[in-house]
């Protein structure tokens, strides 16, 4: 699950009517993890030293756990069948592959003498037990995926140099205080399809973190958490039952360019509250129950990229999107979606898409009852 902890996407028509939200990150085979997680100038340098023979002592035999393969620091031990971590591992693996497997837990020394490594893949095991020293000797790992396991709770002690984190698809109901203390290098966190609450979120969770990308979608948030790392530029909250989103709830995320709340149950949002998010450029309220068009629109100078389809709104004003002022909007829009609502189409003013950059930008679509 995971592209790298995006840009902002300039969505294309086509775009618009098949996602409304850029999904997690989801590993189909070995080397997706492997080119993910690493650039092309590591790669290289990599194959260079393996045909170099850096690192290797002369006439030792190379050592590879049972069933597993090796090459250019690479150990793949995905889908054997695995209970445990596999020992034997070379102390010199930049990348361990345990995914698919039936691994339990992690036990104390399972990575030691690993300190080179930068990535590690747990995705799709069934573990519910971390020792708190499992990921000490992990000096310089900086990309763990942890998705599809067991867990209860983050895991104590993660690498102070890790930069993505991918926990989704647990059993996480709380995050505790002080959960990603010392993780000031983390760029991206994925934790949706926990069962984590609003509640869940001890003051403290977050602190420290100064975090690009954060999702928690699939969960079961009644409303925009508190507290999130201000430096947010990406905010997904998809698939949850916020009812609203109040006055307060955007005040800290003025850095943030894409914020989706699509598929939940808001009604309304309150005005002004789009005003603390100056440099949006992607707003997702699709799939709600909106009857109106947000206030505030009009004032996003760098807004380019709106959903507002499957909702209930049965009216577009003529000053909904735009500004009236000339020059006001520095970006024009180049999508806005409202198909699935309750709105004709050909009532609406052409001048409510003034600042529209195209006409297939626009989506009306037919509205089916």
Aim: with cysteine.
């Amino acid at each position: 699950m995971s592209p790298p902890c995006s840009l902002l996407l300039f969505l294309s028509v086509a775009q618009l009517l098949s996602h409304s939200s850029p999904l997690p990150f989801e590993q189909k085979g070995f080397w997706d993890f492997a080119m993910d997680t690493m650039d092309g100038v590591g790669m290289m340098a990599m194959m260079r030293d393996e045909e170099e023979g850096s690192g290797v002592v002369p006439n030792e035999i190379p050592v590879c756990p049972f069933g597993c393969h090796c090459r250019l620091r690479v150990v793949q031990c995905s889908d054997l069948g695995l209970t445990a971590v596999p020992p034997n591992i070379p102390p010199d693996t930049r990348f361990l592959d345990l995914q698919n497997n039936r691994i339990t837990e992690l036990r104390e020394n399972d990575f030691k003498g690993l300190t080179h490594l930068y990535g590690l893949s747990l995705r799709n095991n069934i573990i519910s037990k971390v020792h708190p020293k499992a990921f000490v000797p992990l000096k310089t790992m900086q990309k763990l995926y942890f998705s599809k396991n067991l867990l209860t709770a983050i895991p104590r002690n993660l690498p102070a140099s890790l930069v993505e984190l991918r926990i989704h698809e647990n059993r996480i109901r709380k995050v505790a205080a002080g959960a990603f203390a010392g993780l000031r290098n983390m760029n991206c966190i994925e934790m949706g399809a926990n069962p984590i609450q609003n509640s869940g979120f001890e003051p403290g969770a977050f602190k420290g973190l100064k975090l690009n990308f954060l999702r928690i979608s699939e969960a079961k948030l009644t409303g925009v958490p508190k507290d999130l790392p201000e430096s947010l530029h990406e905010l997904h909250l998809d698939h949850n039952q916020i009812q609203a989103v109040e006055l307060e709830d955007l005040r800290r995320y003025r850095n943030l360019y894409r914020l989706g709340l699509g598929f939940n149950h808001i009604r309304n949002i309150e005005n002004g509250s789009l005003s603390y998010v100056p440099m949006l450029r992607e707003l997702h309220l699709d799939n709600n129950r909106l009857t109106r068009v947000p206030t505030g629109l009009p004032d996003m100078k760098f807004l380019q990229v709106v959903y507002l389809h499957s909702n209930n709104i049965s009216q577009v004003g003529v000053n909904d999107f735009c500004p009236q002022g000339f020059g006001m909007k520095r970006t024009f829009y180049n999508g806005i979606s409202l198909f699935a609502n309750p709105v004709n189409y050909w009532e609406v003013q052409p001048a409510t898409f003034r600042c529209v950059g195209d006409r297939l930008a626009i989506q009306f679509g037919n509205y089916k009852k």
